[in-house]
């Protein structure tokens, strides 16, 4: 399973973006597919989470700001980011699993990663 972020770049506070996460492998749709970032010198936190038939997780710092969809038809995960703030300035990376166990806000659950894409916010 490979997956590729992309979709970064650099914006100013207020403005969006939409990131995606391609995802190799053929059984996609029962994949949990997260998005999560990793600011300079800090550890990598959870963004949001996606899992078909179930409910949609997001951090507290992004919710009603960003949203996370999938499309099963073109193995694509997608981060909406709206209102974007200097401190959501990170490497924005997706992983995903096709496991049903692990919590869905630990690095440690997901099992593939991408490259990660960079995110700067200008204020």
């Known amino acids: 399973v490979q997956l590729q972020a992309s979709g970064g770049g650099l914006v100013q506070a207020g403005d969006s973006l939409r990131l995606s996460c391609v995802v190799s492998?053929?059984?996609?749709?029962?994949?949990?597919v997260a998005w999560f970032r990793q600011a300079p010198g800090k550890e990598r936190q959870f963004v949001a989470r996606i899992r078909s038939g179930f409910p949609t997780y997001y951090a507290d710092s992004v919710k009603g700001r960003f949203t996370i969809s999938r499309d099963n038809d073109k193995n694509t995960v997608y981060l909406r980011m709206n209102s974007l703030k200097p401190e959501d300035t990170a490497v924005y990376y997706c992983?995903?699993?096709?496991?049903?166990?692990?919590?869905?806000?630990?690095?440690?659950?997901?099992?593939?990663w991408g490259q990660g894409t960079q995110v700067t916010v200008s204020s």
């Open positions: 492998g053929r059984t996609f749709s029962s994949y949990r």
């Open positions: 992983a995903a699993t096709s496991s049903y166990t692990g919590t869905y806000y630990m690095t440690t659950t997901y099992n593939y």
